[in-house]
């Protein structure tokens, strides 16, 4: 196994080719405040299986890609299911 850092998070955009935008999201307490901190991250990661928007995915770091595309999509770890009328109001 080797030590690069790997990472979970929801891809929030696809509108590039074999790229898509991931959004971490991690959860912290405040060492003085102890109150809980949401904060999350959005990183671009090179992609080719094909990620859907919603689709939860591990990414793992990786030589510079691009000027901004340091990770790569490692596997798709749940895929985003999508009801018929999903988005529809009437």
Excluded at 8 to 35: A, D, F, L
Excluded at 44 to 66: M, N, T
Aim: glycine residues 4%; hydrophobic residues 30%.
């Amino acid at each position: 196994m080797n030590n690069r850092r790997r990472m979970t998070g929801v891809v929030t955009s696809n509108k590039m080719q074999k790229t898509v935008v991931v959004e971490i999201t991690r959860k912290y307490r405040h060492p003085v405040y102890k109150k809980v901190i949401h904060r999350s991250k959005r990183v671009k990661a090179h992609d080719e299986f094909g990620c859907q928007i919603g689709d939860e995915v591990q990414i793992v770091e990786s030589r510079p890609l691009s000027a901004d595309k340091r990770w790569v999509v490692e596997t798709i770890v749940k895929r985003e299911t999508k009801t018929e009328d999903s988005g529809v109001e009437a």
